[in-house]
């Protein structure tokens, strides 16, 4: 007969056993909890990786603005010269349209307002037979160029000549009460002709108070073949009052321009964050343009020749 193990060792090697294999479940359990924890950290890491691009993301389109419209293309430009039709019983139909002609924009008007006339000096609009031409493809420069005191420096979309801050005598056009309609236009002996952007909620203008209040609206074109844009409700003239005893005799003299005073530069513009340059026009001196930024063809045409030297 086998020898039997005494019954005290027997006890001894059936709890080493147990605890053996109690041990061994335990490491087990810990391995898995590890690897669970593990998985459940790295799934937690990558998920908030996930929400960081995310709210990166939603940053980065808040901050975003919107780009600029790019320049338009010759034929586009073209395109835009046009009338609302005819809103002037007394006076002959309006006519604007334009072509392209290599690297020139052919503008032909007659210059009749395509909005309702105010009569603020004798006599109504007669039609004239205009012909301005501008560049397809604006060059600056070298340095700023002179608009004239008298005659055209750009034409509206409606074919109606703009002209600058200044009348015949040299003075401001405001100096002379009651010279321009609400709309800032008025007949002359060179025909009609718009001075400044005004607007009026008792009567048709080029454009609404609504429309100048909400965004630049395109008024058109200067003959250096930058766009002239309404900036009214939106942009701030950097010229200046220094003289004011000059104003009705000489507002060139009258004036200074002040660098960083408003938001336009001397020529009364801005280039906007898509490296795109345009005129606007302001409530104050100089209205209109202040200089050419580009240069001006010889075939520019108007009244009074483009570029004339301001004194």
């Given at each position: ?12 090697w059936a ?7 109690v ?9 898995t ?10 799934s937690?890491a990558e ?15 808040t901050?975003?603005e919107?780009a600029?419209?790019?320049a ?23 006519v ?32 004239q ?8 493809n604006?060059?600056d420069?070298?340095?700023?160029g ?14 109606v000549?703009?002209?600058g ?21 008025h007949?002359?002996?060179?025909g009609?002709?718009?001075h ?14 609504d ?8 008024l ?10 309404t ?6 003239s ?23 005073s ?16 345009a ?20 075939e ?5 020749g ?6």
């Open positions: 007969m086998a020898p039997t193990t005494p019954p005290t060792r027997a006890r001894i709890l080493s056993l147990a605890l053996l294999l041990a061994a479940a335990c490491s087990d359990d810990d391995a909890t590890a690897s669970d924890a593990d998985t459940s950290e790295a937690t998920g908030e990786a996930t929400d960081t691009d995310t709210d990166t993301d939603t940053d980065t389109d901050d975003t919107a600029p419209v790019a338009a293309s010759c034929d586009e430009v073209a395109a835009q010269f046009t009338t609302k039709g005819s809103v002037n019983p007394g006076l002959a139909d309006p604007s349209e334009a072509t392209c002609d290599n690297d020139s924009i052919i503008v032909t008007s007659n210059g009749i307002p395509d909005y309702t006339y105010i009569e603020t000096s004798p006599g109504q609009p007669a039609a037979d205009y012909t301005f031409t501008l560049p397809a604006p060059i420069a070298a340095s700023p002179e608009i004239p005191l008298v005659g055209p420096l750009g034409v509206a979309l409606n074919g000549p703009i002209y801050a200044t009348e015949g005598t040299g003075g401001d056009v405001l100096s002379l009460e009651g010279a321009l309609s609400v709309c800032g236009s007949n002359g002996p060179t009609f002709h718009i400044l952007l005004g607007t009026s909620s008792e009567t048709d203008c080029i454009f609404t108070p429309e100048v209040a909400a965004a630049p609206q395109l058109g074109y200067a003959f250096d073949g930058y766009p002239i844009y900036g009214n409700d939106q942009y701030a950097s010229w200046e009052l220094t003289d004011e005893s000059l104003f009705a005799s000489d507002t060139w003299s009258a004036h200074a321009y002040v660098e960083g408003g938001d336009l530069d001397e020529c009364n513009g801005r280039t906007d964050e898509n490296g795109t340059y005129y606007y026009t302001t409530d104050t001196f100089p209205y209109t343009l202040g200089c050419y930024r580009g240069e001006v063809s010889d520019a045409g108007g009244l009074g483009a570029g004339r030297p301001r004194p």
